[in-house]
């Protein structure tokens, strides 16, 4: 009874205090295209206190006080600060259309490379956004990229220059979810995995998750990748148009009525660059990919409502032309509809998508030797979300997210036959997460994934929880102490060898019945610490055990054995980021120590991503002329790999009856890597400088990979024992017309 009367207290209270108090909302887009500007930092200045944009631009501020004016600060890195006086009436929302202008091109060279996540947003753990600008501050290897930027950051780990594919935190690279506008992509790279297959000229904002990402993700170990892409010019018809060494892509946008829309499109022009990558006379590859989205918002029909439609397509050929060499093919597509709604009298939004993926991979070997292999993968999702926010600023959020998979796997056995598997499955998750958000200067945010199904056909009714926890606390105004900690499961992975030294074709399977789902636990602690307006430093530590993870049987001698096993292992580590920003120059600085241990079989060794030491120090400096000048140097301490100890003539028997025999020369092999190549560094530069011409804008990029051109080992050929090297000293040049 007395729950019952303590309940309706505190439902009273709840009400009482909406009647005397309001509610602050809106969205915070780009004046000049109408973008939303992602992250932005609102602030009331009476009152000290704010809120950060989402990724659609839109926030909101509840329990402010009511029948007087006050002062709303709105600041963007890169665009002039706005600030206006605001007038709420009890009980009531009011919502703002807050428009920024770009400072001009002269003074934004630096400001606007670094999109910083404000010190507004809560529970900022392990956790980066990247906007396009700072992508473009990387020097390019031939192509901008979203990944190989990833690759600067403290956890995020490569084994090559050659190939895009990234490792968080001891993961291996098919535990990273990639998201396009939610809708999942499974093979999201070009040309032999060199480079992302998502123009960065079509991203709008990324939100990366290195570990301890909230309950509405799942499905992935290790990190979670979500893009959003531009929504279109609102004002204007405009387009683009760039051209380098490697490609060559074109952009398309403006208005339609009551809303906008985006077409972009690339191609390979020029193979030839790529010899430099992979160390060979000729690279057959021919890739493109296309995107679109257009957008409708009619506020007389639909107020607080946007509706959207996204579409992309990329297909990859390797064509040797050459019957004693491989053919290897994949396309990716993704069609998909969203629907974002916010209640006009109530502080409630709530989001729909259907999501349609296609993936569709091949291997012929031709007379190579290599084996047949054929993936096929088909996704259609459907995602539900709803979130509350409180008096007081707590919110409440929930999801349904159902998910169907059709996927199949045709693969030549050692006996020469080709095997067929199928699966055909669904999954039902319920996600909710309450974030208490009352408490000045702290936080907490619990929430749960309920797995209903598992997408392994005959294991309906296995349910299973993703227990979540984020937390943080702010020590004054200059420093802030944060945690997590979270189970995390994965019932899809790749059929990869780790052993592979550039992996082209990782087929998808669902992982089986007889198997658990991947899973493993995060353990994250952190500091920040704000020193000047223009410094900061962030420390992170993490522990994260893999209790399960699917790996290839090697030892599979007969038809009923097992396709794949479990392994165990553990990966913990160490970061440190220092930042200092200003008007005319910029500095970051990564660095991770970390350790990752794998075990199968019995089996107990390091995974070839496993680089003790890291550190990458950036720069961006605006030099006279507006010219912009980034380096970027990176140190690796030495990758594991197995080495080649000797050889032995292996007996063959030609013909028993005529009694032929030869030998072929056999590689002997030393304990899976336990050896460790030579520290890896080197030094990348680019200049890059804008022409405002009267009706078109023109922009020059120079890049120089490895500056003083240091040898760094790639791998060492098993049938010769030649050094193979990566990128030597290599410029590379690009040219941007947009109109």
């Known amino acids: 009874m007395i729950k019952k009367i303590l309940f309706v207290l505190l439902i009273a209270a709840s009400v009482q205090n909406a009647q005397i108090t309001g509610t602050l909302r809106g969205q915070v887009t780009d004046s000049l295209s109408g973008e939303a500007l992602s992250y932005a930092n609102v602030f009331i200045k009476e009152f000290e206190v704010g809120a950060a944009t989402d990724v659609r631009g839109f926030f909101q501020i509840t329990n402010l006080p009511v029948s007087q004016i006050f002062t709303v600060k709105v600041t963007y890195v890169g665009y002039e600060t706005k ?77 090559s220059d050659v190939s895009a594919r990234f490792n968080v935190r001891g993961g291996s690279s098919n535990q990273n979810l990639v998201l396009l506008d939610g809708a999942t992509i499974y093979q999201p790279f070009h040309a032999m995995g060199l480079f992302s297959a998502v123009d960065p000229e079509i991203i709008n904002s990324v939100e990366f998750y290195k570990g301890g990402f909230p309950a509405e993700y799942g499905g992935r170990l290790s990190s979670v990748v979500n893009i959003t892409t531009k929504d279109g010019n609102l004002n204007k018809f405009s387009g683009k148009a760039a051209a380098g060494l490697l490609t060559g892509k074109a952009l398309v946008e403006g208005p339609i009525p009551y809303g906008s829309f985006i077409i972009s499109g690339r191609k390979n022009l020029d193979n030839r660059i790529l010899r430099s990558f992979l160390n060979s006379d000729e690279i057959p590859v021919n890739f493109h990919d296309i995107s679109f989205k257009a957008n409708y918002r009619n506020p007389d029909l639909l107020m607080g409502r946007q509706f959207s439609a996204h579409g992309f397509f990329s297909s990859d050929k390797i064509n040797y032309n050459d019957v004693y060499r491989e053919d290897i093919s994949w396309k990716n597509s993704a069609l998909g509809i969203s629907w974002y709604q916010l209640l006009e009298e109530s502080p409630l939004f709530y989001r729909f998508a259907i999501n349609s993926v296609n993936y569709e991979g091949e291997v012929n070997p ?98 299973y929880f993703e227990p979540r926890v984020l937390t943080f606390y702010n020590i004054g105004n200059f420093a802030r102490i944060k945690g997590s900690w979270g189970l995390h499961f994965q019932e899809m992975t790749t059929l990869s060898d780790e052993n592979e030294v550039i992996s082209v074709f990782e087929p998808w399977v669902v992982v089986p019945e007889y198997l658990y789902p991947a899973y493993a636990i995060h353990y994250i602690a952190g500091i920040d610490l704000f020193l000047t307006p223009g410094l900061s430093i962030g420390a992170e530590a993490y522990y994260k055990p893999m209790l399960y993870w699917p790996s290839v049987n090697e030892k599979k001698y007969f038809e009923q054995d097992p396709d794949l096993i479990n392994g165990q292992g553990n990966s913990r580590g160490f970061e440190l980021s220092v930042n200092y920003l200003e008007r005319t120059f910029s500095l970051s600085a990564n660095y991770s120590l970390s350790w ?14 496993d680089s003790r030491h890291n550190l990458n120090l950036m720069t ?47 590689t002997i092999l030393s304990e899976r890597n336990a050896t460790r190549l030579p520290a890896y560094h080197r030094l990348d530069i680019s200049f890059s400088r804008r022409f405002d011409l009267s009706y078109l804008n023109l922009t020059m990029d120079m890049s120089i990979i490895n500056l003083y051109d240091r040898a760094n080992i790639f791998y060492f050929e098993r049938d010769s024992g030649k050094k193979i090297n990566m990128l030597p000293f290599l410029p590379t040049l690009s040219m941007k017309v947009e109109i």
């Open 620 to 666: 961006s400096v605006k030099l006279p002329f507006d010219i912009k000048f980034d380096a970027l140097w990176t140190f690796n301490s030495g990758l594991p790999y197995t080495q080649l100890v000797g050889y032995y003539n292996k007996l063959i028997i030609d013909d028993l009856r005529e009694r032929i025999f030869s030998f072929i020369p056999y």
């Open 83 to 159: 600030e206006f006086g605001a007038f709420i009436r009890a009980g009531k929302i009011a919502s703002l259309s807050i428009k920024l202008n770009p400072l001009a091109y002269n003074l934004q060279t630096i400001e606007k490379v670094e999109n910083r996540v404000p010190e507004t947003r809560n529970y900022n753990i392990s956790f980066e956004s990247l906007s396009p600008s700072r992508l473009e501050r990387v020097p390019q290897n031939v192509e901008a990229d979203i990944f190989r930027s990833l690759k600067t950051l403290g956890g995020v780990s490569s084994t």
């Open 366 to 463: 031709n007379l190579s030797g290599k084996r047949y292999k054929r993936n096929f993968l088909r996704e259609l999702s459907l995602d539900t979300e709803f979130s509350y926010i409180f008096p007081y600023q707590d919110e409440v959020g929930a999801g349904i997210q159902i998910k169907e998979i059709e996927n199949s796997l045709q693969i030549e056995n050692r006996k020469g036959l080709v095997t067929s598997s199928t699966q055909h499955g669904a999954s039902i998750v319920f996600f909710v997460k309450y974030a208490l958000n009352r408490i000045k200067d702290f936080g907490l945010e619990a929430g749960t994934r309920f797995n209903v199904t598992r997408l392994a056909v005959g294991t309906a009714g296995e349910y």
């Open 596 to 609: 990752t241990i794998k075990s199968i079989d019995n089996l107990r060794y390091y995974p070839r991503y």
